[in-house]
T-cell receptor, first 110, second 112 residues
């Protein structure tokens, strides 16, 4: 069974710090990895995706993928209170039929 | 990106009844999906809504319980049939635009 594991948190970081969110996946056939942000009572919104080993940067966000270790992470630099949300990691063979983790709740403390 | 809307946004239903959720996209999309997010749980894919043919269901989900229609490239419905309290959840539709999957606002369903 395909599984995506995340630490449920809550993860608390001070404003301006780096938040590090981690995710492991069980399906070695996964090729695509996604990070979604979900505010309370709202639907998930895509932050970024990564397909290749290494780092991918987009503004304050950096996704890191290590397929050998089956590990994906998301770094948020200069964390802001508005970043406080639940972050969902997802994996899939392609861009759909995704398997989601339960999410990590992030709190950025002003 | 295309805007996705869902109706109703929330509903409270009695056990044994059925509810149909509508999903509308403001532009044509090739692929649409239905997910369930139970309290404290991750999003779980129910099915892929195929235009002009039967939906493709994931393991654990069956057509009799979750019939899906997709009459055109902008619209889909999900029916939750013969509901029980275990069906209380948020139901979300999504679409695929390029490599990115976008979600609708969700329908919060409570079954008494």
């Amino acid at each position: 069974q395909k599984e995506v594991e995340q630490n449920s948190g809550p993860l608390s970081v001070p404003e301006g710090a780096i938040a590090s969110l981690n995710c492991t996946y069980s399906d070695r056939g996964s090729q695509s990895f996604f990070w979604y942000r979900q505010y309370s009572g709202k639907s998930p919104e895509l932050i970024m995706f990564i397909y290749s080993n290494g780092d991918k940067e987009d503004g304050r966000f950096t996704a890191q993928l290590n397929k050998a270790s089956q590990y994906v992470s998301l770094l948020i630099r200069d964390s802001q209170p508005s970043d406080s949300a639940t972050y969902l990691c997802a994996s899939g063979a392609g861009s759909y039929q995704l398997t989601f983790g339960k999410g990590t709740k992030l709190s950025v403390i002003p | 990106s295309a805007v996705i809307s869902q109706k109703p946004s929330r509903d409270i239903c009695q056990r044994g009844t059925s509810l149909t959720i509508q999903c509308q996209v403001d532009s044509q999309v090739t692929m649409m999906f239905w997910y369930r997010q139970q309290p404290g749980q991750s999003l779980t894919l129910i099915a892929t809504a195929n235009q002009g043919s039967e939906a493709t269901y994931e393991s654990g989900f069956v057509i009799d319980k979750f019939p899906i229609s997709r009459p055109n490239l902008t619209f889909s419905t999900l029916t939750v049939s013969n509901m029980s309290p275990e069906d209380s959840s948020i139901y979300l539709c999504s679409d695929l635009q390029g490599d990115e999957q976008f979600f609708g606002p969700g329908t919060r369903l409570t079954v008494l």
